[in-house]
């Protein structure tokens, strides 16, 4: 509520003049700036995300309880005992449907986080809430605003895939030993996707929906073109192009080839790891550039 | 504190700051008055070394804003024109995660954060969140903020815009403490009360180019009478009658909803009016205020 001016206010102000003098001078604190400004907004991005970290923490677990539950007790069986599957492991015994399935959730999972850090929440930033502009104010540049964004996304990525990893093992959906590192390669599958969205979302002047079409149109397909719930070999071969290019299919496989040992040769793990480093790098410095053009009117 | 010299900011071809050159020295109060569109917000920006010049020279404490952003930015508090605080955070958290920003010490943050609190009248809404404030409180917070780093320097862009007018004496008296402790501000606004209260010495900025410079009292004193007589005839009567008025006072104005006549003694001038046998529906006598210079000098008021 607000009062208006009282004495006792007088006391007030002048404690202010006297009051606490910061413990490093402007071009200290620039300095400091420059080095450490991406981690002092990750520190920002951190703290704000306590603000929804029910939503976060409900996500993280709540997601592969459902799907883990949902296709290990119903799909699964049926998928089991209806085929004779199409991967198979090295001895030629067919891969249980849950075990080929997991690495694909865990992918999808990292990607569908990866779309909601970097849809509204950037958007918010230039446009609803404008708090990009409020650091931009400071000694922090806009390229440590991207990058801090960045570090806050991966945090996150990693909280939710190593949180699902821990599902999936009791769910006995990780054979090999190697598993636990589709933890890594699932977030790096989420910042393939996620920060070329970033740069887009920063490019963005006017909502009219454009993030609903991301999902519908861009999203959405790429769950059903990119291998996840059967081989992208059982697609058609017309279609086949669009898991080619879809960082979950790469991801997916990734995640297939260390999770139980999916049989493909090193050059081909090398091209996924590379075409996801590639997406990420690239949406990483449009995003910067992007960033850095529009705080810079 | 602040040199521009030719300072120009080009949007495609359009000029948005027009070569304009400017001193502000430590301790003072400066001011850019103008309307909405006349650059001020942008060069504003340049000061604050977040938007590249286009041509001309800036420096600010001596440094060069386009090469050593950081610190620049470090030396100042800005206060925007949009509140930009970050809703997801709760007030006192505002003040301690933006201080980070200039690599400040949480041992020196969580005192600092309270002291401007309670130097912002904040001190019970800590704990708040950021909706649960008014849009004074609001802005009084987003001015603590800019005080973190204990800046000599202190950017306003219209800070008083869509307050009430309890809340703009509220914050009017902050400043004006800020003023009094030595802290430089410099202030845009296209209220000429907000100018007169606050500025030692103004620019008054139209279409990016400088009108005129002066304290408030020496521009009025050069382009304006010491006093105004307005007369409401009816919106329909006004231009009519204007040519009627002929003659009175030094100078005359026709706005769509009153005439005013500049003379140094309105009271004299409004017996001429009535001698003519003229009957205006409402008169007033006022003394001259920026608004009027800035009506002398681009033939435009002010406010849209």
């Known amino acids: 509520m607000t009062r208006t001016w009282q004495p006792a206010d007088a006391a007030a102000a002048g404690r202010q003049r006297a009051g606490l003098r910061p413990p490093l001078d402007p071009l200290q604190s620039a ?30 677990v709540g997601t592969p309880l459902v799907y883990l539950f949902g296709l290990g007790v119903g799909l699964a069986a049926l998928v089991d005992a209806n085929t004779s599957a199409a991967a198979s492991l090295g001895s030629g015994r067919p891969v249980p449907y849950l075990v080929f399935v997991a690495p694909a959730l865990l992918a999808t999972a ?22 990009y502009y409020g650091p931009n104010a400071s000694p922090l540049s806009s390229h440590q605003l991207v990058n801090g964004h960045c570090l806050g996304v991966l945090c996150r990525l990693l909280l939710t895939t190593g949180l699902y990893f821990l599902f999936l093992l009791p769910a006995g959906a990780v054979l090999e030993a190697s598993g636990w590192m589709m933890i890594l390669t699932s977030a790096l599958g989420g910042l393939a996707f996620g ?32 291998g996840t719930y059967f081989p992208l070999e059982a697609m058609p071969l017309v279609v086949r192009w669009i898991g080619w290019i879809s960082p979950l299919w790469h991801s997916t496989e990734l995640g297939r080839v260390l999770s139980y040992g999916q049989a493909e040769p090193a050059w081909l793990t090398a091209v996924h790891l590379g075409y996801l480093a590639l997406l990420a790098v690239a949406g990483w410095l449009a995003a910067r550039r992007i960033y850095a053009r529009r705080l810079g009117k | ?74 030396h100042l508090g800005v206060v925007p024109q949009q509140d930009n605080l970050d809703e997801e955070l709760r007030v006192r958290d505002n003040l301690i995660v933006y201080g980070r920003y200039f690599g400040l010490p949480h041992s020196y943050l969580r005192p600092k954060a309270d002291e401007l609190l309670e130097f912002a009248q904040l001190t019970d809404k800590a704990k708040s969140k950021i909706d649960a404030l008014s849009g004074g409180m609001k802005r009084r917070l987003t001015i603590a903020r800019s005080l973190i780093n204990e800046p000599r320097m202190l950017l306003l862009d219209e800070p008083t815009t869509g307050l009430d007018p309890q809340a703009r004496h509220i914050l009017w008296d902050r400043l004006f403490r800020l003023k009094e402790s030595g802290v430089t501000l410099i202030l845009t606004t296209h209220y000429m009360d907000e100018a007169e209260q606050l500025c030692d010495r103004l620019i008054v900025v139209d279409k990016g180019r400088i009108m005129a410079e002066g304290s408030p009292a020496a521009l009025i004193r050069e382009h304006s009478t010491r006093e105004v007589l307005e007369l409401r005839f009816g919106s329909e009567r006004n231009a009519s009658v204007a040519a009627e008025l002929a003659g009175i006072g030094e100078r005359q104005e026709t706005l769509p909803d009153r005439v005013l006549i500049y003379a140094d003694d309105g009271e004299a001038a409004l017996e001429q ?3 003519r046998g003229l009957r205006p529906l409402t008169t007033l006598v006022r003394r001259s205020s920026l608004e009027d210079v800035f009506l002398r000098l681009t033939g435009r008021s002010l406010i849209d």
Do not use: C
């Open chain 1, 31 to 60: 300095a400091r700036a420059r080095r450490f400004g991406s981690l002092y907004y990750l520190e920002h991005w951190l703290r704000a995300m306590r603000g929804y970290g029910w939503t976060v923490a409900l996500t993280a």
């Open chain 1, 195 to 226: 920060l070329p969205v970033m740069a887009y979302a920063a490019r963005i002047e006017e909502d009219k929906g454009q993030f609903a079409l991301v999902q519908r149109f861009i999203v959405m397909p790429l769950f059903l073109f990119s």
């Open chain 2, 1 to 74: 504190m602040i040199s521009a010299r030719n300072l120009t900011k080009k949007f495609g071809d359009v000029a948005a700051v027009d070569g304009i050159s400017f001193e502000v020295r430590a301790g003072e109060s400066f001011g850019l008055l103008g309307p909405n569109g006349a650059g001020k917000s942008t060069t504003m920006r340049m000061i604050g070394g977040v938007s590249r010049r286009s041509s001309g020279e800036l420096a600010i404490m001596g440094l060069d804003p386009d090469r050593y952003g950081p610190e620049v930015r470090a």
């Open chain 1, 110 to 131: 990292a990607i569908m986080v990866a779309t909601d850090e970097n849809t509204y929440p950037v958007m918010s930033g230039f446009k609803w809430r404008r708090t």
């Open chain 2, 273 to 275: 009016v009535s001698a």
